[in-house]
């Protein structure tokens, strides 16, 4: 085979760099040369990321970052409203991005092909957790070939924990079989990707974040007894108590769900956003 | 033999284990850290029965190794940027006392987190042996060769070798480790020459009783190793006996000319042992034939050779040389590639602010003695970690090639 290689689009915490290393060792067991690529940043939960892979017959030369993507791989549903996924993307290209919608309903269209997997659904279900880098791995298995399922299982056991890469192992399956199958994007309708912006500031670096969530909190206005204790914790300062009772900017609020594991009195709940809805 | 896809760190701390050393301290920095975090792991769970200190800075870190080595230990540090800069002074300790220290740099700009060759430039004239990596395979075996290239008792010196920081150090890549009793074969225990109990203790003790039973004071000369000249660099024995006092200089460099041979004999062993070589000093990729060659080292020699290729099939007679060994500079070495091509472009990763590219200035010093010297091109890439495009590296090929055919060029060093 040729040089392959792929781009992964994620947030901080959704597994984009384990995913590539687990492609990278996945293709190897299968004789291939690899380079698993992270870009590190600083590092924030909820942030966007990118990590690249490279996968070729021979050890690989290439030491920059991967510019024109064969493939691009997005972890998160909302991420293609804000970053430009599609940038450089190869003509002919595949875009395999988590979204439980239809394929219009990415936003996404252009001289490529699109398929569409609900990772965040089989994650919550199998693991629990909105970490969706092997579920959008089993995916990436069957509409692309590479590498073969079997190699992967192998390489999510190699790289995590016993329990753990079980359940893992579970989602890639379940992706595997559930993925849409990839179809020509020309035909699709483009949604531009703009950063919004919040309409007022809250601290000088802080930017509109509510795009990061994939869950939400609410805080119940009866339960809240104004202890703030959540806005002690808050690590994106987006509650408010001023009135008494602590109210959330969701134009700050990542849905880091840090409140919710603090309020000691149950005033606050945590649910699962429904994409498209922040 | 086994392959695993690993990150560059650690193929540094697989090349340690293998090497079985038995001392190691250092201190975490940015992007060096997980080097210390795999080596405490080896040590904790006793896959590695070493030593491991935890020290307060690498000043100390330094010191340890250096005082460890000279006691009999086969020593590892590892650090990055500003470590590296605030161990520069203890550098200079461990090359001049000839303790066979290894340390692993983790390229990090001094001016960003992201690499460039800044920090271990700044080391350039410490009296270390100096060898750049350019993928996580090249920076395991060096690793190993590194021990056998500062134990061998003609040099007796320590050696840093380098990774590029973020493109090695956390890129993960398939390295082959190789088989323990292999590396044993090719790397015999260290044998320190001043060992903290010497075979000669009690003889020599015995020795000294009888200094002392003389009625002889601690002003009057002794040395439990006065016969070994070499040694009085740790006593100062000879100190005000008409000796030069510029010696410890003359020697260090002449050691440091003879390490050439041992580096390059080292590398041919390596290879004949585990099928993998590094060309000694430098290494020349598609240069026969050539006009203009591009000088590289660390991950952009790396990338280079894709742009090399690139243009060799469209025809173009350009060749990389990937300079492995920056201390001792193989001078030589260049001089001979310095007759066969019409131009040298070189890629420095730092510069000598005032001056410019430090390999571009040693390059054409190397030079400048050949009755027909070749062109010499300056570029700087990739500092503050700066990314290095295969297009960029094209460009620069073509434009040396163009000077090497005569074409005139705006600027001798050129910012990429």
Redesign the interface.
Known sequence: MALMEIRFHGRGGQGAVTA??IL??AA?LEGR??????M?GTERRGAPVVAFCRIGDT???????V?EPDAVVVLDPLLGKTVNVTEGLKEGGLVLINHPGTYEETGLAGSFKVATIDATKIALETLGRPITNTAILGAFAKVSGIPRLESLQEAIRNELPGAIAESNIAATRRAFEEVSQPIDASGLTKVESKRRVAPKPLISYSKEVSDWRVFRPAINKEACTGCMRCWIYCPETAIDVTSEKAEIDYDYCKGCGICFEECKVGAIKFEKEEAGTS | MK?E?MVGNKAVAYAVKLARANLIAAYPVTPQTTIVEYLSEFVANGELPAEFVNVEGEITAQLVCMAGSIAGARAFTATSGPGLVYMHDTLHGTARYRCPVVMAVVNRSLRTMQPDHTDLMAQRDTGWIHLYC??N?EVLDTGIMAYRIAEDERIRLPVAFAL?G??LS?????VEIPDQDVVDKFLPPYKSFYPVLPENFDAELEKYKKHWSEGRGINDSFTPFAADESFSHLTMANWGKGHDIQWRWKWHQETMMNAKQVIKEVDMEYGKLFGRSYGGLLEEYRCEDAVAAVVAMG??A??A??AI?KLRNDGKPVGLIKLKSFRPFPIEEFQRIGRSVKAIGVIDRSISLGEGGVVFGSIRSAVYDLPERPLVLGYYAGLSGK????RDIEQIAERTLKAASGEKVDSLAKWI
């Not at chain 1, 040369?33 to 992270?38: G, R």
């Open positions: 590539v290393r990278a060792s190897h040369y690899t380079q698993a690529i992270p590190y050890r690989i030369k290439e030491r920059d970052l510019h | 392959s896809v350019e993928n395979q590029d973020y493109v956390y890129t993960a890549e398939p991950t952009i790396s990338t050779r894709a290729d990314e290095v495009r295969v």
